[in-house]
């Protein structure tokens, strides 16, 4: 059972433009929610999280936007740049539990 | 501080062949996971530790044991390999409810099994 649900599969954006990765969640117990990148080659890297007090965290260019009722949450890239592609993740958790779900992995390509 | 180190980083099998995969790290942690990452189905997990001595059951788990003798440590078997088995595993720490969320990787460790 996929907990969460990840799309597109893959994204290929030009430098400059902006790169948005969509996820969903069915359990409403979910309450921490963190995306991961990867590098070819590493082990995934927390890239920023957000919990659902909020419906908005930015950190640099990057944005999370996050939609409690429609239990879904995103992931946006400004100005994308060429070093950005890399695999992104979604993951969520609930607070008590210690243990992520994640979802299945965008493959974003900026090209230059 | 080495963070999160797997041992090793490639190998091939033959079905049927056994091995251990190691992971350490230098934080402290309390929590610790194992993860096989496969094309298009994200990071699924296959055993946990939230201290040591502990371990248990992630989503995938059939065909794998671990053991957490040491807090630093965290072992992943495979008694009988399985080309199913055929992934890339990832370890992960975390310092423990109440004291962080983030988990960190390893680099990852390539299993071929023909």
């Known amino acids: 059972q996929q907990q969460v649900k990840q799309s597109p599969q893959s994204l290929i954006v030009q430098k400059g433009g902006i790169s948005i990765i969509n996820c969903a969640y069915e359990n409403t117990a979910f309450d921490y929610f963190p995306w991961y990148q990867q590098f070819p080659g590493k082990g995934p890297a927390l890239l920023i999280a957000i919990r659902p007090d909020v419906s908005e965290k930015k950190e640099g260019r990057f944005t999370i936007s996050f939609n409690k009722s429609a239990k879904q949450f995103s992931l946006h890239i400004m100005d994308s740049q060429p070093g950005d592609s890399a695999t992104y993740f979604c993951a969520a958790r609930r607070t008590s539990g210690s243990r992520l779900t994640f979802g299945e992995g965008t493959q974003l390509t900026v090209n230059p | 501080n080495a963070g999160v180190t797997q041992t090793p980083k490639f190998r091939v099998l033959k079905t049927g062949q056994s091995m251990t995969l190691l992971c350490a790290q230098d934080m402290n942690h309390e929590y610790m996971y194992w993860y096989r990452q496969d094309p298009g189905m994200g990071l699924r997990l296959i055993h946990y530790s939230v201290g040591e001595g502990t371990t248990a059951k992630g989503e995938v788990p059939d065909g794998y044991n671990v053991s957490r003798l040491k807090k630093q440590n965290f072992l992943l078997g495979l008694e009988s390999a399985a080309p199913s088995q055929t992934s890339v595993y990832f370890c992960?720490?975390?310092?423990?409810?109440?004291?962080?969320?983030?988990?960190?990787f390893g680099p990852g460790t390539r299993l071929t099994v023909l």
């Open positions: 992960a720490s975390r310092p423990g409810t109440s004291k962080g969320d983030t988990q960190y």
